[in-house]
Each structure stands twice: as structure tokens, then as C-alpha cells.
């Protein structure tokens, strides 16, 4: 029970990444209907740039724990949406009236050049942080065994369901969130009511963007490490997530994140950690079976 | 077509259209001036839905001119041709049907710079030319019934304030009765606000009842034009008319 209620909390922590994650990829795919390859190495961009700009704030002395955190946050949030915006304007968006495939091959494409960039200008190492968020809750303890919530895993659970909050009120609530919508909904009839469709889409690439280099924060505080290949992974988990979920469903983004980061966690402590990856997409698979459109998708046929 | 008594508010000349090597529109013209309602009637394949489409740039004219308020808006942008305020209640409805009927409302809003008070004002008023949709407010698009439908995609349409209302068969698949709803109202937002209307119509004996003036389109040309219920009494129009009749039965 106790190791039981370490690795739920080590999957939720997990998860969240991964929801984050997902988010970035459900919402493309819902507005311009690609798979965005090149978003988990966004997701890995953020985790530079958080890396970057610890060092340089510490190095000019601002040590603040609190400070570093919010403002590197809002660096890595800035910077990395500047990159979503880019990859979209010069890679997918000459290609939007093109035949379907041409864009995505283009992010796959994109996903090289962003790897391969982090390679040649940061080295191919890995790259280590010292611990910034130490401590944490011994929450209960048996049989000499201590059921840990370390600060690093409150730190990422609450910052998610802050970002969800402000994400869903951009959604719900806003006219950029509405104008998001439409434009998945029905593209030409946004535009007839002046909606300026190219620049929605770049809105949904620097959010998705934004969230992911979130993640790769998280990402970084939790294992303290980063490097040019992490991107690779960790994309295709948070991919499987939003298909799991339910490509194109918001809710089903972050589900389909916690799903998996639990399924990980739990079967590399029961079973072995070698074959953790297999037992997340052997889930997706059956899932998938039983329930084509995943967790929280809509079937195909909409009455209009 | 005798000597008009307000400006042309738009202008279509010689206009050219196509998808692919499939020419639409081969060469129209048209006008419609302000406080007017036009009606473009014809069979269906014509090329009237393109029209109303080639003026937000979808497609593209190949040749012409289309200009509004004595601006050349051919090659303007689709959105930027919407923040004219021309506003359209498109073929197909094309309503968004996993917002509810309020955020479809609002949508329209947003095309305005109107502030908030107004459109609560308008909003109101809206809801008091289609009621049924006050009592949906809240209930998502895609649950409407096709007249609910067609309300909503005019009423979204109102709500741009448009200075050029453009309406693609608001009759097409609805019982007699809300048709006549619907009609009653764009007569009376023509009457009581000068409201500027081009309505698009298969249904053209209502339609050039309803309008001051009218345009048959044939093949993706105008082949006549006159005074609404001038054009009802000529005999190609009746013929037409019959065949359409037949079609859509």
C-alpha cells in the first residue's frame, strides 16, 4: 500500500510532463488537423532554455529560489513560443494549401533541424543541474518504508493545474480562445466573420509551445538533466497521451498524460523498467481497439 | 434598372471565377445599392453561392472587379472583406456546432468594434426577431433543428452589423412557415433600418416578392435583371421558376 501510494504520486508527477505535453499536440492537430512531429522537440528547446537561463541568473547572483523559478519560467515561455511561432511560419504554414502529407513531413523534417541545432550549438552531453526545489513531505511511514511528496512534485502538480486553469479560461473565455475554436470548427466560416485565420493558428503553436517549455522546466527540476536527444522520447509518450485521450479533446490531453505517466510508473514497479515503454503503448493499442476516437474523443459523424 | 436613387454600395464588374479548369462565374455584373434587397435567383449549379463567395475571396476572381462602398476590396483578404461588416449567412448554414447558440452569436460580435453595451443591444434584438433561439441560448449549435439553424447563421450574420447582408437560400430545406418567418424579418430589418440585403434564392417567386430588384442567373452569367415583381410576370421567369420548383420537390 505504502509503495503503491509512492508510485501513484511519482505517475501523477510524470504525467503531468506528459499532459503538458499533449496539450500542444491535440490543439494543433484539432485547428489544422497534422501531427505536429517537431513539438516534443520544442518540448526539449524549453528544457535548454530553462537550463540557460539558471545558469546566467545565478551566475549575475540572483538566487531567490521563488525569483529564478518565475522568471525562468517566463523566459523559457517566452522564448520557446517565439520558436513554436517560427517553425510554424516557415515550415507549415507555405505548405497549408498543399496535399496533406506535406506539412507533416515538414515537422518531421523540422524535428531534425531542431535536434540537431540543440546538438551542434549546446553538445551533444548530457547536460546536469544542481537540485534547485530540495525537501519535501515524509507523508507516512511502515515497515521502514516512507511514502516521500517532495517539493519538486508539489511544485509541478500545482504550477499544472494552474496553467490548465488559465488555459481553459483562455479557451472557454476569451476571444482568442473562441476564435481557436472556430477555426477547428470551420476555418471558412471564421474567416467570413473576420476572424483572421493564420494568425489563430500561430496563437495555437506559440500556446502549444508556451505549455511545452513548461514541461521541459518541470522536466529539468525533476531529473535535472537535459540533452538533444530528450525531445525524441518524451514526444512520442505525450503524442501517444493525446491519442489516448482523444485527439483533438483538451481534457482528454491531460488524461491521456496522466495515463500514461501512471501506466509507466506503475509497470517499472511492478514489473521491470525495460519494458515500460512497451506496457504504455500496449495500453494505447487495447485502448484504442475497444475505443477508436481514445478516451475522450468525439466519434467522426456530427450532425451539422 | 431605371435611374437609381442611392449610390451603389457594391459593385461587381465583368467578374471571372473559377475551381480548377470549371469556370463558375463568366463575367457578372451586378450591383446592389444601399437600402436595397437584390435577389440572384436561378437554378441550382448556376454559380449564385460562388458569387456570394468570390466577393470574400473564396475563390479568387480570375478577372473583374469587386468593390465596396468605392473601394476595391478583389483581392482583399477574407477576414479584412468581413470587417467591412459585410456578413454573410453562407450556403450550408455553417454554424458551429460545438459552440453553443450564445458563442455563435458572439462570434458575429467580435467582427464589430462595437463595445460590450452594444452588443447586448444587439443581442436583444436579435433574440426579439428570432425568439426560438432565446430559449436555446445555452444549448450547443449542432442540437438545433435546421430552421433553428438557419435562424441562428442570420441572427450571427445581424450581429456583425452589417452594412451588406448577404443570405445564400435561407428557405432551402425549411417548412413553409418559417420561411415565411425568416422573410417577414428581413423585410422588416429592411424597412425599419435600411438594412442592405442580397439574398441568393432557388425559391424565386418569394424572393422577387420580397425584392426591389433581381438578377436570373444562368450558367454563370446574368441573362436578365429588372424590378422584382416586374421580373415575376415575364414568361422565362415563370418557366424557370417551374423548373426549379420541379427540382426541389
Redesign the interface.
Known amino acids: 500500500m505504502d509503495y503503491f501510494a509512492q508510485q501513484l504520486i511519482n505517475g501523477i508527477a510524470l504525467g503531468s510532463i506528459y499532459g503538458l505535453i499533449a496539450i500542444g499536440y491535440t490543439m494543433v492537430y484539432g485547428i489544422v488537423g497534422m501531427i505536429n512531429f517537431a513539438h516534443g522537440d520544442i518540448f526539449m528547446i524549453g528544457g535548454f532554455i530553462a537550463l540557460i537561463s539558471f545558469l546566467v541568473l545565478v551566475s549575475i547572483g540572483v538566487t531567490a529560489v521563488p525569483v529564478v523559478l518565475l522568471l525562468v519560467l517566463i523566459v523559457a515561455m517566452a522564448t520557446t513560443a517565439l520558436y513554436g511561432w517560427t517553425v510554424e511560419r516557415i515550415a507549415y504554414r507555405p505548405l497549408r494549401h498543399s496535399f496533406r502529407l506535406a506539412p507533416m513531413l515538414s515537422a518531421i523534417g523540422m524535428s531534425f533541424v531542431l535536434s540537431n541545432f540543440s546538438q551542434v550549438s549546446q553538445g551533444a552531453r548530457i547536460k546536469s543541474i544542481a537540485p534547485i526545489i530540495t525537501g519535501g513531505y515524509t507523508l507516512f511511514e511502515t515497515g521502514g518504508f516512507a511514502v516521500r511528496l517532495s517539493n519538486i512534485q508539489i511544485f509541478i502538480v500545482l504550477t499544472t493545474v494552474a496553467l490548465l486553469l488559465a488555459f481553459s479560461w483562455l479557451v472557454g473565455r476569451t ?1 482568442l480562445g ?2 481557436m ?2 477555426c477547428e ?2 476555418q ?10 493564420d494568425r489563430t493558428i500561430s496563437m495555437t503553436f506559440v500556446i502549444g509551445a508556451a505549455l511545452a517549455s513548461v514541461a521541459g522546466l518541470m522536466y529539468l527540476l525533476y531529473y535535472g538533466v537535459v540533452d538533444f536527444f530528450m525531445g525524441f522520447v518524451a514526444g512520442i509518450k505525450a503524442f501517444t497521451a493525446a491519442v489516448l485521450g482523444g485527439i483533438g479533446s483538451l481534457p482528454g490531453a491531460m488524461l491521456g498524460g496522466l495515463a500514461i505517466g501512471l501506466i509507466e510508473t506503475f509497470w517499472a514497479a511492478y514489473f521491470s523498467s525495460e519494458y515500460k515503454d512497451v506496457a504504455a503503448f500496449s495500453i494505447l493499442i487495447v485502448v484504442l481497439i475497444f475505443l477508436p476516437t481514445g478516451l475522450l474523443g468525439r466519434p467522426e459523424v ?3 | 434598372m431605371t435611374d437609381a436613387p442611392a449610390p451603389p454600395l457594391l459593385t461587381i464588374r465583368a467578374l471571372r471565377a473559377s475551381y480548377g479548369k470549371i469556370a463558375a462565374l463568366k463575367g457578372v455584373d451586378l450591383d446592389v445599392r444601399a437600402g436595397e434587397i437584390v435577389a440572384l435567383i436561378g437554378a441550382n449549379g448556376a454559380g449564385k453561392s460562388t458569387l456570394m463567395m468570390t466577393v470574400f475571396g473564396r475563390p479568387r476572381a480570375r478577372d473583374g472587379r469587386i468593390a465596396f462602398d468605392g473601394r476595391d476590396i478583389t483581392h482583399l483578404p477574407t477576414h479584412l472583406v468581413a470587417r467591412l461588416r459585410i456578413a454573410q449567412a453562407p450556403e450550408g448554414r455553417r454554424i458551429f456546432p460545438r459552440m453553443t447558440v450564445a458563442e455563435n452569436l458572439k462570434m458575429g460580435a467580435d467582427a464589430t468594434e462595437a463595445s460590450a453595451a452594444d452588443h447586448a443591444v444587439d443581442l436583444e434584438r436579435v433574440l426579439g426577431l428570432f425568439p426560438r433561439l432565446k430559449e436555446r441560448l445555452t444549448q450547443r449549435g449542432g442540437t438545433l433543428s435546421g430552421g433553428e439553424q438557419q435562424m441562428l447563421a442570420i441572427g450571427r450574420a445581424l450581429m456583425m452589423r452589417p452594412r451588406l447582408l448577404m443570405l445564400d437560400e435561407p428557405s432551402l430545406g425549411l417548412a413553409p412557415l418559417i420561411t415565411r418567418q425568416i422573410f417577414d424579418a428581413i423585410r422588416t430589418l429592411n424597412r425599419r433600418d435600411g438594412l442592405t440585403v442580397l439574398i441568393v434564392e432557388q425559391n424565386a417567386n418569394q424572393a422577387l416578392r420580397l425584392a426591389h430588384r433581381g438578377y436570373v442567373m444562368v450558367n454563370g452569367e446574368i441573362t436578365l435583371s429588372g424590378e422584382g415583381r416586374e421580373l415575376l410576370q415575364r414568361p422565362e421567369i415563370r418557366a424557370a421558376y417551374l423548373e426549379g420548383g420541379r427540382q426541389r420537390a
Open positions: 476571444r473562441r476564435d475554436r472556430a470548427q470551420d471558412t466560416m471564421a474567416a467570413l466573420l473576420g476572424v483572421d485565420v456530427e450532425k451539422v
